[in-house]
């Protein structure tokens, strides 16, 4: 009979879940800086949401039976070990391929080019009352949407183009240098 903590004994393989644990946090952070550095690079959505989610995927069947929980069983347990795993491995993925795109990239050859705007939409940040314009335009067959903070919602009337200057990135795809609107 268990009395205090002292005598508590968990099942399983203690070391692991903190491991998972502290691996959840890591991965969430690199989320968010994962998606300031997806804004400067030109990667269709679908590949940067693959990349996020596929090693949840792979991972979780694995670590299914060696991960302990009293609680937690059967399809509930493969539901929070599946999401953990996604925000865990996931966010360690897409952070490390989008870094080496973009801190690997080289400034030569710098491509300037004029795309026309899709649509215009904007964006508000919590606690501001300045709306953010946001222009879509579609770069490579995808749509890309760029934020103009130095702009506001009346300029964006004006403007019927943005001028992109680009570097080839080092998996491939085009780091944004500088993005401007254009008439």
Same mark, same amino acid.
């Given at each position: 009979?268990?009395?205090?903590?002292?005598?508590?004994? #968990?099942?399983? =393989?203690?070391?692991?879940?903190?491991?998972?644990?502290?691996?959840?946090?890591?991965? +969430? /952070?690199?989320?968010?800086?994962?998606?300031?550095?997806?804004?400067?690079?030109?990667?269709?959505?679908?590949?940067?949401? +693959?990349?996020? /989610?596929?090693?949840?995927? /792979?991972?979780?069947?694995?670590?299914? %039976?060696?991960?302990?929980?009293?609680? +937690?069983? *059967?399809?509930?347990?493969?539901?929070?070990?599946?999401?953990?795993?996604?925000? !865990?491995?996931? *966010?360690?993925?897409?952070?490390?391929?989008?870094?080496?795109?973009?801190? %690997?990239?080289?400034?030569?050859?710098?491509?300037?080019? &004029?795309? #026309?705007?899709? @649509?215009? &939409?904007? =964006?508000? #940040?919590?606690?501001?009352?300045?709306?953010?314009?946001?222009?879509?335009? &579609?770069?490579?067959?995808?749509?890309?949407?760029? &934020?103009?903070?130095? %702009?506001?919602? @009346?300029?964006? +009337? %004006?403007?019927?183009?943005?001028?992109?200057?680009?570097?080839?990135? !080092?998996?491939?795809?085009?780091?944004?240098?500088?993005?401007?609107?254009?008439?």
């Amino acid at each position: 009979m268990i009395t205090s903590l002292k005598d508590y004994k #968990p099942q399983g =393989n203690q070391a692991l879940g903190v491991v998972i644990f502290v691996l959840f946090w890591v991965g +969430l /952070i690199l989320t968010f800086f994962a998606m300031d550095l997806y804004d400067s690079i030109c990667m269709p959505l679908s590949l940067a949401i +693959l990349l996020w /989610i596929l090693p949840g995927f /792979i991972i979780t069947p694995f670590l299914y %039976n060696a991960v302990p929980s009293q609680k +937690l069983k *059967g399809a509930g347990k493969f539901i929070v070990l599946l999401i953990s795993d996604v925000i !865990a491995f996931g *966010g360690i993925v897409l952070y490390v391929v989008l870094a080496i795109d973009y801190y %690997n990239a080289k400034d030569v050859p710098l491509t300037v080019k &004029s795309f #026309p705007v899709k @649509e215009y &939409s904007y =964006n508000k #940040p919590r606690g501001s009352r300045v709306k953010t314009p946001l222009a879509t335009i &579609s770069y490579q067959e995808h749509l890309k949407t760029l &934020s103009f903070t130095r %702009n506001t919602m @009346e300029d964006t +009337l %004006n403007y019927r183009h943005v001028e992109l200057k680009t570097v080839p990135g !080092a998996l491939g795809y085009d780091v944004i240098r500088s993005e401007r609107l254009m008439r």
